[in-house]
Each structure stands twice: as structure tokens, then as C-alpha cells.
T-cell receptor, first 114, second 113 residues
């Protein structure tokens, strides 16, 4: 079955530690996205990538970093510079071509930093 | 720049009643529009999308939405609510560049027995 996997589902870290969230897709999509979701708020774009080895900052990129070395993978690192990292993180992908920006989502990773 | 407004952070309806979730966008050029649903602690799932074909769009789980250019609206409806419809619903519109989606703040749908 094609889809997007995010691991782990729940992640706990101590303040000051960097943590990497995994996102893998087997949909052969060109574009991939990372969103942050906080309680009662919508989705805020952290980073997106339209093609391998290229990515752009979204609205809230500070304190985060990404890489796109392979088409199917788009890991997100939450660095110690991110002041409020506790949130629900969603990864998505889209074909970027024929179907206009219909995004497919992974199940999310809930990160708790104490 | 594009923006999306969802009226009402929470909407409560009785089981069997009509569901109406409102979405308005700001654009002089008809964009592509989407409704997504999110169940607790899960990712988002596409309900339906408008891509400049029919203005009345039917989606999954009995939902539909009508694109009204004159009102810049894309409201989501379902004739009869079911307990399983309780979730958060997000409206989204393509950005001016067409490479991103602009998201509404979401509406939490509560179903009363």
C-alpha cells in the first residue's frame, strides 16, 4: 500500500537535545512538507521541498532543519534553538504536477520536550 | 496574498441534523480548494476538492461542498450528522504560487446524541 509513514508516533526528549523526526513516502511524490500543529490552531508550514536536494523555509522555520537527499525521505530535526518544540508534527507529500497540490498526510509524531 | 477563514472554531449539531461548516477565501482568481478531516491524534485525510470543474463537489462519508465565486465561499455540508463525523475539519486553498496550501484554523465538529 502506498502512503506516508512517520516514526515514532510519540517522542519524548529533554530540553536542550536535538531530535530528528522521520518521514518516508512511497507515493513517488516530488514535493514534501513539514507542518506543526498546536492545540486549537491550524497547520503551520515549517519547511517544504519540491525536489531532491532542494528545500525552502516555511512560515516558522526558525529552530528547525531538514534534508532531502532521497525522493522518498524528508527528515525534520528539531534543534535546541526551537523555544517551544512540544507539538504535533505532520509530514505530507504531493505530486506537485497533475493533481494540483492535493496533499497526502502521514499519521503524525507527537513530540514532548521537558 | 491568499487567506482562508473558517467561521466558528467549534460547531455543535445533533445526530441526524444538517452539518454546515463555513469556509471563505480571499482571491480574485478562483483557486483550488480542499476540505480535510482530522480525527484525534491522526493525520489529515482529504474529504473533497474543487479544481474548477463542477461547482458542487461530492466527497467521502456523505460530505459535499459548493464553490460560490460571487461569495468567495466553499462551505462543507452533510445532510445528516453521524456520531462518527466528530472530528476537526480544515479548509485549504492553493497559494498564489500554487506550490503551497493556505490553511484555515480548523473547525471542531461536535455531535450531540
Amino acid at each position: 500500500d502506498g502512503g506516508i509513514t512517520q516514526s515514532p508516533k510519540y517522542l519524548f526528549r529533554k530540553e536542550g537535545q536535538n531530535v530528528t523526526l522521520s518521514c518516508e513516502q512511497n507515493l513517488n511524490h516530488d514535493a514534501m512538507y513539514w507542518y506543526r500543529q498546536d492545540p486549537g490552531q491550524g497547520l503551520r508550514l515549517i519547511y517544504y521541498s519540491q525536489i531532491v536536494n532542494d528545500f525552502q523555509k516555511g512560515d516558522i522555520a526558525e529552530g528547525y532543519s531538514v534534508s532531502r537527499e532521497k525522493k522518498e525521505s524528508f527528515p525534520l530535526t528539531v534543534t535546541s534553538a526551537q523555544k517551544n518544540p512540544t507539538a504535533f508534527y505532520l509530514c505530507a507529500s504531493s505530486s506537485g504536477s497533475a493533481s494540483p497540490l492535493e496533499q497526502y498526510f502521514g499519521p503524525g509524531t507527537r513530540l514532548t520536550v521537558t | 496574498a491568499q487567506s482562508v477563514t473558517q467561521l466558528g472554531s467549534h460547531v455543535s449539531v445533533s445526530e441526524g441534523a444538517l452539518v454546515l461548516l463555513r469556509c471563505n477565501y480571499s482571491s480574485s482568481v478562483p483557486p483550488y480548494l480542499f476540505w480535510y478531516v482530522q480525527y484525534p491524534n491522526q493525520g489529515l485525510q482529504l474529504l473533497l476538492k474543487y479544481t474548477s470543474a463542477a461547482t458542487l463537489v461530492k466527497g467521502i462519508n456523505g460530505f459535499e461542498a459548493e464553490f460560490k465565486k460571487s461569495e468567495t465561499s466553499f462551505h462543507l455540508t452533510k445532510p445528516s450528522a453521524h456520531m462518527s463525523d466528530a472530528a476537526e475539519y480544515f479548509c485549504a486553498v492553493t497559494s498564489d504560487s500554487n506550490y503551497q496550501l493556505i490553511w484555515g484554523a480548523g473547525t471542531k465538529l461536535i455531535i450531540k446524541p
